[in-house]
């Protein structure tokens, strides 16, 4: 039998929205695979598989990162959240109320993959990331239409949905904001 | 403003799609293409694949089990060693996990003897056919007085050709089977499909299986725009090699093998001519198609259809030719027909407004017609005009100065530009049940779809307005052919064929009810059929207007839409939450088409080389900045009881046009070549 052929296997943990799993994983096995078909984590979505589309989108180890281009093996130990893990004890987050309030989606099916990609938008401008239309690069970005458009477009949706898409994650950022402000 | 009834489920991820369900032991398949483009198979060495561990199967014609004729040869998969097209299905590998069955895939070596093969659609091919109809039932050619006469005699004429290229669907959601042969011998599909109750009835005759001995299901499908409305060789693989592990299979096409396999639109050349008074008063008009299908089934795209309705002129002709090339075969792509055939004829209308010196907005409604042009038939309804006059009304037409290529803003040049569109209101006939329980609550069955337009939102508020019900009170269950047998979510006749029996199916129940519900519930059915038949004989259209703006990078070519509004006619609009997403998703697509999307055939090997999403470009959110949909109230009683027409394909018809109109308002140059890329302008500028 060709070596190259034969399935390797090795034991990883990840802890996937805050459950810790012991898993044994083909080496080639992408992380996206692994939550749907090891852990039953239906919800990340594949369209590509090729990182192409945005479909998979998970925050990885707090990070954004398309599940389809991550090796499950080369992720030991890393926390995964997924869209499962978005709604806090059955209480939606502002960003999927925005998204049902704004219909940010149509099929559904790119749509837990904007929600994770929107997630980290949040977060990532919270933090002073720029980005690739940032004007001034020293100040904190402001989450404009126009950064907003920027930074979801790693995430496809053939549906149509970005004017809705735009509309929710816009709202949702001025949510937060007057939730930290109030805090 | 109802929002959509799964929306819970689907921004949390908990809505199921085909590959999703818990299935007991399931093993993966993965599909080997033709590297050829035209020949034979001779030999499937399929040894080195069997030795890797986990894999259970390897099947190809050379062992494949007996398929029954189901209509379409697409669906005889591996019975016969003819290979017809580049990245045909011609083998598949089923393996305990996805990555073993991708690996073996690999090692199945085809030998093959190929032969010449044509790919190359042109407009002088003299294998150029008349097809006996275009798709579904129209004639290929029409004509109306003296069309060449008129169009020579006339003062102001127009003769261009344009063309669209193929293009793919690119459902984000994969087409998608699992498939499970039961103890009894029956067929459990779970199916990325726009109809469960067609999709049940192709199987079970590709399988020799009783209708009733297949079910199908799909409560939640992630997009088709059409290529999802027949089934593809992939719910065959699935069943098949199923059938041949006794175990249950799941299949997802990779997108990458998508492009070959589940269909697109076809590229067209069309000729496009217009004959007009020196006012612009149309007096012939000539729509010559060249379009292409496979060697496998002809797949004729209605594309000069609308040519038909839309605009009056006393001379006329369309016509369809065909070339079966040696390409995959083309399928139903959204608004097949009209989307490129309104690209060339509301392009044509913006140049001879051009020529004529008549604003485009005035010269389609001084062309418009209250009987439908070819047939006669008077308009159920027919509101361009309207629609025309409120887009330009919102989207500031006239502040617009109507010379092309003067209005800079730094080193941009903007324009606006306008497009009709236009869509059949079809019906077909659908069955359905209603139920009423002692509780007040009601429940409605029937296999309808919703692929993301948001039909199980519509048909509930359909069927609580019937039931004189709340909302709240009524479920109503789709998206399994178990349920009571619909249509496909197609030509836009979705919400009227379903909501039609579902109204039905309540009024009867109503009419049962007679005030209460007896202990035990009480249930009613409906059957449209008869009702479809006897239907006063009226041309039935849904019509917009569509309106671009543009920037064109003069140092680039680039283009971009600024904003873009549509207008539309189409009945009393369900749900205008739905309805607007419908409209602009429409739209959004629309900018692919006129200035990305573009499936590029490679003549030395036969294939489409842009085989991914990094390839094929569709539109991202950043090439969307503004668009808008609006509608016009239209009551019109010749329609369903609802009084509502198809939305999920119009928004498209007219779009790629009114940019390319916006282009040359903007810039001066006409390009009538789709899509309108950077490569394509600059060189005009
Ligand atoms: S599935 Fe991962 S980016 Fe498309
Ligand atoms: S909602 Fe269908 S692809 Fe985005």
Redesign the pocket.
Known sequence: MDSEVTPVHTEITLVVNGTEHRLRVDTRASL?DTLREDLGLTGS?????????????VLLDGRRA????ALAVAHDGAEVVTVEGLARDGRLSPLQEAFIEQDGFQCGYCTP?QLCSATAVLDEADRGWPSAVTGDLSADPVLDDDEIRERMSGNLCRCGAYMGIVRAVREAARKTETEEARA | MTDRLESREKVTGAARYAYEYPLENPAYAAAVQSTIAKGEIAEVHADAALRIPGVLAVLSCENAPHLHDAGDAELALFQSRTVAYRGQFVAAVVAETLDIAREAARHVRVDYVSEPFDVRLSADDPRLYKPDKVNPVFPADTEQGDPEEAFTNSAVRVDATYTTPAEHNNPMEPHTTAAQWNDDGTLTLYDSTQGSSPTQETIAQVFGLDRTHVRVIAPHVGGGFGSKGTPRPNVVLAAMAAGAVGRPVKFAVP?QQMFATTGYRTPTIQRFRLGADADGTLNAIVHEVFEQSSTVTEFAEQTATPTRVVYRAANRRTAHRLARLDVPTPSWMRAPGETPGMFAQESAMDELAFAAGVDPVELRIRNDTDTEPESGLPFSSRNLVACLREGADRFGWEHRDPAPGVRWEGRKLVGMGVAASTYPAYMRPNKATARAEEDGTFTVRIAAADIGTGARTALTLIAAEALKADADRVTVEIGDSALPQATVAGGSAGTASWGTAVVRACESLRGKMNGSVPPGGLEASADTAAELEGRDAYARHAFGAQFSEVEVDADTGEVRVRRMLGVFAAGRIINPKTARSQFIGGMTMGIGMALMEESVMDPRFGDYVNRD?AQYHVPACADVRDIDAAWVEEADPHLNPMGSKGIGEIGIVGAAASVANAVHHATGVRVRDLPITPARLLPLL
């Open positions: 996206l979505k594949k369209g590509c598989d090729h990182g192409q589309c945005g479909a998979c989108t398309n599940a389809c281009l993959g | 997108r999403l």
